[in-house]
């Protein structure tokens, strides 16, 4: 295809809407969008330069109340912690001044959470940043149940597998479930047999890449 001085240039793509079923009008792109986010189970958010939040998905909602470093108060992103606070506010400088991401560290050394900071889209309003909580843990629970139930795991094998998705050494799991060690190693072999897995670190790493989920029964899902 040429342009009006002769020069080859690349086709328009043709954008072709979804279908949608007959007799259901689609759902407006906004509600769509909302939805889909509500299904992710990381926390994300718009706020301005005054720290006011625009959106906060449900998995952030939900987060910011279980006693994160941040919190959402009075309608404004707030850090518990003097130190967060500062660091929070210069990362929101930075991505509406220099488009700079940032990653940031907040909460107790023993409790710390990433929180990163995105620069909006030009032109977004007066939204200048977007941020996305961090994971307390590489794999949730509910995570783990999901992917035992879909390979046939027992309920002693699905406990075994939160463990081990949690770091958890099989003696260190012996312990806690007041078994033998001989008994934990069985039920490694047989949770690498139903799903294949070659290793434990295989294993582990396929269960941490997992789609993060919200449960269906959660009110952040709708």
């Known amino acids: 295809m040429e342009n009006l001085h002769g020069q080859e240039v690349s086709p328009a793509p043709v954008v072709v809407p979804y279908p949608s079923a007959a007799g259901n009008p689609r759902p407006p792109l906004d509600e769509c969008l909302a939805h889909m986010l509500n299904q992710i189970d990381y926390g994300m958010l718009l706020v301005d330069g005054l720290l006011q939040v625009h959106y906060a998905n449900g998995a952030a909602r939900r987060t910011l109340a279980e006693g994160h470093p941040l919190r959402h108060a009075g309608g404004r992103i707030e850090a518990r912690r003097e130190r967060d606070a500062v660091r929070l506010r210069k990362a929101i400088d930075e991505a509406a001044r220099r488009r700079l991401r940032t990653f940031l560290d907040?909460?107790?050394?023993?409790?710390?959470?990433?929180?990163?900071?995105?620069?909006?889209?030009?032109?977004?309003?007066?939204?200048?940043?977007?941020?996305?909580?961090?994971?307390?843990?590489?794999?949730?629970?509910?995570?783990?149940?999901?992917?035992?139930?879909?390979?046939?795991?027992?309920?002693?094998?699905?406990?075994?597998?939160?463990?081990?998705?949690?770091?958890?050494?099989?003696?260190?799991?012996?312990?806690?479930?007041?078994?033998?060690?001989?008994?934990?190693?069985?039920?490694?072999?047989?949770?690498?047999?139903?799903?294949?897995a070659r290793s434990v670190g295989e294993l582990v790493?396929?269960?941490?890449t997992l789609p993060p989920l919200v449960n269906a029964l959660s009110p952040a899902a709708h």
Request: overall charge positive.
């Open 106 to 196: 907040c909460g107790e050394v023993r409790e710390r959470v990433c929180v990163a900071v995105v620069p909006a889209p030009p032109g977004g309003r007066d939204v200048l940043a977007i941020l996305v909580l961090g994971k307390t843990a590489v794999c949730e629970d509910l995570t783990a149940q999901w992917y035992a139930r879909n390979h046939g795991l027992t309920a002693a094998e699905t406990q075994v597998l939160e463990l081990l998705s949690a770091g958890r050494k099989p003696a260190e799991i012996a312990r806690l479930n007041d078994v033998a060690i001989s008994t934990v190693r069985t039920q490694v072999f047989n949770i690498r047999a139903k799903t294949g």
């Open 205 to 208: 790493r396929e269960v941490a």
